[in-house]
């Protein structure tokens, strides 16, 4: 049975000690000006600001560099994780905006993700385990990220941007197309990268 074709970007699922990820986040704020999409499951980097409270700012990450963590949460207010008059949408649109909006972003550097393989080019296989690779910008379906991981790109290359941990352990995953892996973010704006094994 081939894998599924459902990017959701990069999802916690437990830490590297092996316990389940408990839900923890940071806030951090996204400038009304931005113009970018955010979605969640999107990777960020810090935007070198703060908003008029002092909640740090941040900006989407790009398909090379470091990554400070994954969005997990979005709205248009402070004080709610929810966009007020439409408490179902989970992105934050394209367009400037008339107030800043937040974001709960996970950035511990010892959570771990699941993310799905690109289903073009040569699939991973066994021997990128333990391996570094980087992920590719992916448009959110109006729902979640679209952000994929990279198979053209598998090396131990300390700058990378995840480490491969593994295949997800499902009935319905196997290497392949759309493969869904285990990574930590590697190159971590709170921790040094490692090189691949």
Do not use: C
Request: overall charge negative; aromatic content about 6%.
């Amino acid at each position: 049975m081939p894998n599924e074709n459902r990017p959701l970007g990069l999802a916690p699922v437990q830490y590297l000690n092996g316990a389940p990820w408990n839900g923890q986040a940071r806030l951090y704020a996204i400038p009304a000006a931005a113009v970018t999409a955010f979605a969640i499951g999107d990777p960020v980097i810090t935007g070198g600001s703060a908003d008029a409270d002092g909640v740090p700012t941040i900006a989407l990450a790009a398909a090379t560099g470091a990554i400070r963590g994954v969005i997990v949460g979005l709205a248009d207010t402070k004080g709610g994780m929810a966009k007020v008059g439409n408490p179902n949408s989970t992105i934050r649109p394209a367009a400037a905006q008339t107030t800043d909006w937040y974001a709960l972003v996970v950035d511990d550097p010892n959570v771990i993700f699941e993310v799905q393989e690109i289903g073009t080019g040569t699939p991973l296989t066994a021997a990128a385990v333990g391996l570094n690779s980087n992920l590719v910008v992916g448009t959110n379906n109006g729902f979640v990220s679209g952000w994929l991981l990279d198979n053209a790109v598998e090396d131990v290359t300390v700058t990378l941007q995840v480490r491969l941990l593994g295949l997800v352990q499902r009935v319905d995953n196997a290497f392949g197309q759309y493969a869904k892996w285990l990574v930590k973010i590697n190159n971590h704006e709170l921790a040094a990268g490692t090189v691949g094994l």
